[in-house]
């Protein structure tokens, strides 16, 4: 079983591996170095280590990785984060483990691993004028690299984000431009019509709003 050892401020997550012929993987992440945090969970980068399941034997493992930690997980959030590791799998570009769920007493938190994605959110780059500060080529470079990553890591996946904006956007200046597209949790499918209108108002296409018969 996933379990969680804690010695603040790191805590070890062994998340992946349940034959004990292989060696489990283990994910070490520090509670004060905070990447991302949102209304779906905190983002924290990880050390990951493949640990024999003797516990003799720990390796690190060269990979970059971060894992979104879910506090006071509900069936409800339990059954949504299942559902985006589900349509996880159709973007590479994530590599998302299987989510784990650790109870303790009353409170079950919720752990994603997957691959850390380098530069940063979209919307911080414009708030403090580093996209203000590219030439006119680099801005243009990186309006065809974000049309790519929509095309690749969404609609040629067969998905509807329906929470794209800014901050769901990373976005890498160098040594190259780089754009990956984030945050999953209210994606589906493009064949699906689950009759929900979720996201956020400020960055919903306006059509959404003609059915509604509440003020947003």
């Known amino acids: 079983e996933p379990y969680m050892q804690v010695c603040t401020p790191i805590h070890m997550l062994t998340y992946n591996g349940q034959d004990v012929a292989k060696p489990k993987e283990l994910a070490c992440y520090d509670i004060n170095k905070v990447l991302g945090s949102g209304a779906y969970g905190t983002v924290y980068p990880v050390d990951s280590y493949s640990m024999g399941y003797s516990l003799q034997s720990l390796t ?6 971060v894992v979104k930690v879910l506090e006071n997980v509900t069936e409800d959030t339990k059954k949504q984060v299942n559902k985006e590791y589900e349509l996880g799998q159709l973007t590479p570009h994530l590599d998302m483990q299987p989510p784990i769920f650790i109870t303790t007493g009353n409170t079950q938190t919720g752990y994603i691993v997957m691959n850390y994605l380098p530069g940063g959110e979209l919307d911080s780059l414009i708030s403090d004028g580093s996209i203000d500060a590219l ?27 329906r929470d794209l904006k800014t901050q ?17 949790g209210l994606a589906k499918e493009c064949n699906v019509d689950d009759n929900r209108f979720p996201g956020s108002p400020l960055y919903a296409a306006p059509e959404l709003f003609a059915t509604m018969t509440t003020p947003v």
């Open 60 to 65: 690190y493992i060269n990979a970059q990785r």
């Open 168 to 184: 769901n956007i990373v976005v890498s200046l160098k040594p190259t431009i780089e754009v990956n597209i984030i945050d999953y």
């Open 135 to 161: 030439t006119t080529a680099q801005k243009l470079e990186l309006t065809y690299k974000l049309l790519l990553a929509l095309r690749d890591q969404v609609h040629s996946c067969g998905l509807v984000h």
